[in-house]
């Protein structure tokens, strides 16, 4: 069976082994060995391996998710069924043919995560695929517990064996070798199957905060030493991941919350996470144009020097050395001999932060939603700014409780901006609470890490009705107003929109304090107040940069 060990560890992204399990024992995997019948033929054995492999990479088995699936077999069996397309549909790309044929893309868009597949058997009948194999969840849970072990130092223990080393036969790969699927066929290369997997294997890293794999190592890295050309292996482990993926761990990231009544912080009171959002399957809409190019065109724009211009502040000397060369030589001399700085260079990334709770659900001032309003804002002002030029990120949010604020990555700053971040915008649908707080912080805290360029803007589109359990609207709006405040003290620029909504204004002042804000009872007035609004953000966080 060893010869599926590079196949299972590309596909999962960990150091996967792959074992011989009983005569007509599904198969299964315990996190770090993939157990497939060897009495299977080749392209079924391939099959099995490559989708455990694929739930171990989508997140499948992880510890909250399973441990719903203990003594609950019908479940775990609705679950795999629909988890299984999801899983293989995240690796699509890698599969070899014969594995993606087994994808039912219909189901496979339904759930965009482990946590909704798992609420989607509670409610569909999954019909179960054979290749899918089985979960064991008692034996997943055990594998977690002997790598915390592992991870807090306590020595390691042998499980003991389940059957006899005998019954693993050696010649396992050698039956059914005419009926083996050939996933070297594809060419080695960028777009080949065999090209992909290797990249991808060759590009694993463990999880910096999570203690590595399970029962794995402590993960490792190189650091240089002082002699020129020398570098040692650490396994020290790194605290914090530099990457906004991060936050998507299943752990999520934590953050402070201002408690108005004590006047003071909870500490790490919040965990945000990133949720994958379901993309909408209809027909992509194209975004309306509502004239926001013109007045956006002139923000963001820092001084760059230029070469060979006919007019500037300084000479361009190898411009000038080859017109004083042209005219020894007879020719006409090119009089562009001139440096000028001039405000061409698009300086700004801007992430777009989308309420889509529940209150966005209510009518809107124009005879829609107020959510449908706010996405074709959303749609709009994403659309602009990336024709622009500029950085662009688009995520949505939503809660439901303090250890359960969702923000759904639509576009993160590295992602095209194409037909499936738009399909992701209109399948949003508004539902749950709204953690504003929360969801700034982390749209601020992204922004940081990945902006890349000297100016940042972070524009919240919201009805302004901060509310969740815990979360009330004072309380709230206190919280919501003070992480505006931490974002701009960082030299993030704050700009919120309220767009179709009946909101108090004066419940807005309340939420959005001193950041720029309007409300727009109608789109097609948005680029009347967007120029002047993006402006007053802007040189708000220039001025703090500064001072700081």
């Given at each position: 069976?060893?010869?599926?060990?590079?196949?299972?560890?590309?596909?999962?992204?960990l150091?996967?082994?792959?074992?011989?399990?009983g005569?007509?024992?599904?198969?299964?995997?315990?996190?770090?060995?993939?157990?497939?019948?060897?009495?299977?033929?080749?392209?079924?054995?391939?099959?099995?391996?490559?989708?455990?492999?694929?739930?171990?990479?989508?997140?499948?088995?992880?510890?909250?998710?399973?441990?719903?699936?203990?003594?609950?077999?019908?479940?775990?069996?609705r679950?795999?069924?629909?988890?299984?397309?999801?899983?293989?549909?995240?690796?699509?790309?890698l599969?070899?043919?014969?594995?993606?044929?087994?994808?039912?893309?219909?189901?496979?868009?339904?759930?965009?995560?482990?946590?909704e597949?798992?609420?989607?058997?509670?409610?569909?009948?999954?019909?179960?695929?054979?290749?899918?194999?089985?979960?064991?969840?008692g034996?997943?849970?055990?594998?977690?517990?002997?790598?915390?072990?592992?991870?807090?130092?306590?020595?390691?223990?042998?499980r003991?064996?389940?059957?006899?080393?005998?019954?693993?036969?050696?010649?396992?790969?050698?039956?059914?070798?005419d009926?083996?699927?050939?996933?070297?066929?594809?060419?080695?290369?960028?777009?080949?199957?065999?090209?992909?997997?290797?990249?991808?294997?060759?590009?694993?890293?463990?999880?910096?905060g999570?203690?590595?794999?399970?029962?794995?190592d402590?993960?490792?890295?190189?650091?240089?030493?002082?002699r020129?050309?020398?570098?040692?292996?650490?396994?020290?482990t790194?605290?914090?991941?530099?990457?906004?993926?991060?936050?998507?761990?299943?752990?999520?990231?934590?953050?402070?919350?201002?408690d108005?009544?004590?006047?003071?912080?909870?500490?790490?009171?919040?965990?945000?996470?990133?949720?994958?959002?379901?993309?909408?399957?209809?027909?992509?809409?194209?975004?309306a144009?509502?004239g926001?190019?013109?007045?956006?065109a002139?923000?963001?724009?820092?001084?760059?020097r230029?070469?060979?211009?006919?007019?500037?502040?300084?000479?361009?000397?190898?411009?000038?050395?080859?017109?004083?060369?042209?005219?020894?030589?007879?020719?006409?001399?090119d009089?562009?001999?001139?440096?000028?700085?001039?405000?061409?260079?698009?300086?700004?990334?801007?992430?777009?932060?989308?309420?889509?709770?529940?209150?966005?659900?209510?009518?809107?001032?124009?005879?829609?939603?107020?959510?449908?309003?706010?996405?074709?804002?959303?749609?709009?002002?994403?659309?602009?700014?990336h024709?622009?030029?500029?950085?662009?990120?688009?995520?949505?949010f939503?809660s439901?409780?303090?250890?359960?604020?969702?923000?759904?990555?639509v576009?993160?700053?590295?992602?095209?901006?194409?037909?499936?971040?738009?399909?992701?915008?209109?399948?949003?649908?508004?539902?749950?609470?709204?953690?504003?707080?929360?969801?700034?912080?982390?749209?601020?805290?992204?922004?940081?890490?990945?902006?890349?360029?000297?100016?940042?803007?972070?524009?919240?589109?919201?009805?302004?009705?901060?509310?969740?359990?815990?979360?009330?609207?004072?309380?709230?709006?206190?919280?919501?107003?003070?992480?505006?405040?931490?974002a701009?003290?960082?030299?993030?620029?704050?700009?919120?929109?309220?767009?179709?909504?009946?909101?108090?204004?004066d419940?807005l002042?309340?939420?959005?304090?001193?950041?720029?804000?309007?409300?727009?009872?109608?789109?097609?007035?948005?680029?009347?107040?967007?120029?002047?609004?993006?402006?007053?953000?802007?040189?708000?966080?220039?001025?703090?940069?500064?001072?700081?």
């Open positions: 069976m060893q010869r599926w060990n590079l196949l299972a560890s590309a596909l999962s992204g150091p996967v082994q792959v074992m011989a399990a005569a007509g024992e599904r198969a299964w995997t315990d996190g770090k060995t993939v157990f497939v019948d060897a009495g299977l033929p080749g392209a079924r054995q391939l099959e099995a391996v490559a989708v455990q492999a694929c739930l171990l990479s989508a997140g499948s088995l992880q510890r909250g998710v399973v441990r719903k699936l203990v003594r609950r077999r019908a479940l775990a069996a679950y795999l069924a629909i988890e299984g397309h999801r899983a293989l549909m995240a690796n699509a790309e599969l070899p043919p014969a594995v993606a044929s087994l994808i039912d893309h219909e189901l496979a868009a339904r759930s965009g995560s482990p946590v597949s798992l609420e989607l058997a509670d409610e569909v009948n999954g019909v179960p695929v054979s290749a899918f194999g089985a979960i064991h969840p034996k997943l849970l055990a594998e977690h517990k002997n790598a915390d072990k592992a991870n807090a130092g306590v020595a390691h223990q042998p003991n064996q389940r059957r006899p080393l005998s019954e693993l036969d050696d010649d396992a790969d050698t039956e059914g070798a009926d083996t699927v050939d996933i070297f066929s594809s060419p080695v290369g960028g777009s080949g199957a065999l090209g992909r997997l290797v990249a991808k294997m060759l590009q694993v890293t463990r999880r910096l999570g203690g590595g794999p399970p029962g794995a402590s993960p490792t890295h190189r650091t240089r030493s002082g020129r050309g020398g570098s040692a292996v650490s396994s020290a790194v605290g914090a991941v530099d990457d906004d993926t991060a936050a998507g761990d299943a752990a999520g990231a934590t953050y402070h919350e201002w108005v009544h004590r006047r003071c912080y909870r500490q790490n009171w919040c965990t945000v996470s990133e949720v994958a959002p379901t993309p909408d399957l209809g027909p992509v809409p194209r975004p144009d509502y926001l190019r013109r007045p956006l002139r923000l963001g724009v820092g001084l760059d230029y070469h060979r211009q006919a007019q500037g502040d300084d000479i361009d000397l190898d411009a000038a050395i080859e017109g004083r060369v042209e005219v020894l030589a007879g020719s006409a001399p009089e562009a001999v001139y440096l000028d700085s001039l405000r061409r260079r698009r300086d700004l990334s801007v992430l777009i932060l989308l309420d889509v709770s529940g209150s966005a659900d209510e009518p809107g001032t124009v005879g829609q939603t107020v959510h449908a309003q706010q996405r074709a804002a959303a749609a709009a002002l994403a659309t602009a700014l024709d622009l030029g500029d950085r662009l990120a688009l995520y949505a939503h439901q409780g303090r250890s359960a604020v969702h923000l759904r990555p576009k993160r700053f590295d992602d095209a901006f194409g037909a499936l971040a738009m399909r992701r915008l209109q399948g949003l649908k508004p539902g749950a609470y709204s953690r504003l707080g929360a969801a700034i912080r982390h749209g601020s805290a992204v922004l940081e890490r990945r902006a890349g360029t000297p100016r940042r803007l972070l524009v919240v589109i919201s009805d302004g009705l901060a509310y969740d359990h815990g979360y009330e609207r004072g309380y709230g709006a206190a919280d919501a107003r003070r992480a505006l405040a931490e701009r003290r960082s030299g993030t620029g704050c700009l919120c929109l309220t767009v179709g909504a009946a909101t108090d204004a419940e002042r309340r939420v959005f304090g001193s950041a720029a804000h309007a409300t727009i009872p109608r789109l097609d007035q948005l680029n009347r107040v967007i120029g002047p609004l993006f402006r007053s953000a802007l040189c708000s966080a220039d001025l703090r940069r500064r001072v700081a």
